[in-house]
């Protein structure tokens, strides 16, 4: 116990899991409509196109300052969703077929980039590499003053577009029949999981951040089947996996903080699969047990 007083006295600590819980909170309820939609691998295509804006956003400006930074990445989500969103339109291309070329264009030619500068020899390049995998430790206080404003400003456009948010991940057709723009409330929804990659790119990087937006979705999902309650479940489901994480972290030497964020949600994951009542599968599997007792011995087939 005085462990763990000593270390929430700590600066670093406290920061690293307050910007850890906002990052969980904002992904968790953008995630739920990804997940919704079926378009879980739509965060993993926005966070890998974000890795060229980055790279592009230094070489323009020659500043590794972190509001520009996210900024250029920020853009270089949007085209990708808005490149992702036009292929789907204009051909007869799957959207999963669409989603792994848009990902894999964009994330190689942030890889290019990213080795194009550091062959440069430029010492002010020196970190770049750290928005692969996240680098939480490297959070200051105006980071997560900066996630708090974007992750509030993404929470209130859910809660404005509650109810077209709400029909465009259950029954677009539905949306279209009542006059709604889907294609235009799609890219509303997308741009503001933009924000939520953003945020997170400093904590757990390009690579990780999808599992950041699936994660919360996919054990809310388990435990409800409304998505109110959805949504505030994955919300506490990616602030708990964030606080767990960098708790665990930082008490151990240069264990990383992004990928045992990622572990720590995986852990809730498989609890939630797991003990969920009535979609859990030891419950399924417990009452399948007490119908077949129920049934007796027809169940088995030994009635006469």
Sequence with gaps: MSALIELLGDYTLRTVALG????GITSGVLGSFAVLRRQGLLGDVLSH??????CLAFLLTGTRTPAVLLAGAAVSCWLGAAALFRVVEETRVSEDSVMGIVLSVFFGFGIVLLTFISKRGDAAQAGL???LFGQ???LVWENVVTMAALGLL???????????FKLLAFDPEFATSLGYNTRRLGLLLTSVTVVAIVIGLQTVGVVLMAAMLVGPAVAARQWTSR???MLVVAALVG?????S???ISMSQPRLPTGPMIILSLTALVVVSLLLAPERGLLWERRHRRGRRRDRGPEASGDGA
């Design 227 to 229: 998505l109110s309650r």
């Design 20 to 23: 850890s819980a906002l990052l």
């Design 245 to 247: 994480g960098a708790l």
């Design 129 to 131: 590499n750290t928005y």
């Design 136 to 138: 939480a430790a490297t």
């Design 49 to 54: 196109a974000a890795l060229p804006g980055v």
């Design 154 to 164: 993404a929470i209130a456009a859910v809660v404005l577009w509650y109810k077209e």
């Design 239 to 243: 602030a708990l996996s964030g606080l």
